[in-house]
């Protein structure tokens, strides 16, 4: 009876499985963070737009009050500038993680390619073999029957 089939470099297929699995999770890692950063950035523009809105609100302001604002806004304009700045950064990790992962997907997609037609031949093969076999054994059993 014929074994079955066995791919040579299973061992290999199973490596870049790994290495894929690891690009998953180094690039899901990365869209979380870009996602905070995203919220971050959002919030710090809505703080902004508020602020500036509470200016022109209507209240009659003292210099201190004008003051207080100023530095508040520097402020803000100067985590927003970071934030984006970060979100940046974030996005091209995001994207060269993300290719990475398309990198390491198609690797292992090129060994399981090559395992499936290994098999597909070793199938017909055996199928072969066996319908010779089968061929062979009425051979000398009509042969038999005839003499």
């Known amino acids: 009876m014929p074994r079955g089939f066995h791919f040579r470099l299973q061992k290999v ?5 790994q290495r894929e699995d690891q690009a998953k999770f180094a690039f899901a890692k990365a869209k979380a963070d870009h996602d905070m950063q995203t919220v971050l950035v959002a919030n710090l523009r809505s703080a902004l737009e508020k602020h500036e809105e509470n200016l022109y609100a209507g209240k009659a302001l003292t210099e201190g009050d004008i003051w207080l604002w100023r530095q ?7 985590d927003m500038e970071q934030a984006e700045m970060r979100l940046m950064e974030l996005t091209r990790l995001m994207n060269a993680k993300r290719r990475e992962l ?25 199928s072969a073999r066996e319908q010779r076999e089968y061929d062979e054994m009425a051979t000398i059993r009509y042969a038999r029957n005839v003499y």
């Open 13 to 17: 297929l199973e490596y870049r499985r």
């Open 72 to 78: 508040y806004r520097r402020r803000l304009v100067q």
């Open 102 to 126: 398309v990198e390491r997907s198609k690797e292992r997609k090129l060994l399981e390619r090559l395992r499936s037609q290994q098999e597909i031949v070793f199938r017909r093969e055996a």
